[in-house]
Nanobody, 124 residues
Framework: QERLVESGGGLVQSGDSLRLSCLAS????????MAWFRQAPAKAREFVAA???????KYSDAVKGRFTISRGDSRNTIYLKMNSLRPEDSAVYYC??????????????????WGQGTQVTVSS
């Protein structure tokens, strides 16, 4: 059964760091594009970062230079390292996956597999 499970969220202070994990089971992660999205209360889900099957990465302007998406050695786990966190980064963070494509997916509709989300709260 294909499944994505996020972990690592929590309550931190402004300026702190946090690392989110997404464990992908039932997928051959090397042939999938992976991504992180986030959704704050009363806002639409937004793209955060993407990691293509060939290790290319892409970030939203809001997190570029602060967040890093990466793949674990086991290749069935991806991470989102978040540095210099700000209150506006507070959201539920979702891991997403799709079969590898020839272009980056930055829209919610580009992905067809989703985790349940993990809450990140940054206090000022």
């Amino acid at each position: 059964q294909e499944r994505l499970v996020e972990s690592g969220g929590g309550l931190v202070q402004s300026g702190d760091s946090l690392r989110l994990s997404c464990l992908a089971s039932g997928l051959t992660s090397g042939t999938y594009d992976m991504a992180w999205f986030r959704q704050a209360p009363a806002k639409a889900r937004e793209f955060v970062a993407a990691l293509r099957w060939n290790e290319e990465t892409k970030y939203s302007d809001a997190v570029k230079g602060r967040f890093t998406i990466s793949r674990g050695d086991s290749r069935n786990t991806i991470y989102l390292k978040m540095n210099s966190l700000r209150p506006e980064d507070s959201a539920v963070y979702y891991c997403a996956a799709r079969w590898a494509y020839s272009y980056f997916g930055t829209e919610e509709t580009d992905y067809n597999k989703w985790g349940q989300g993990t809450q990140v709260t940054v206090s000022s």
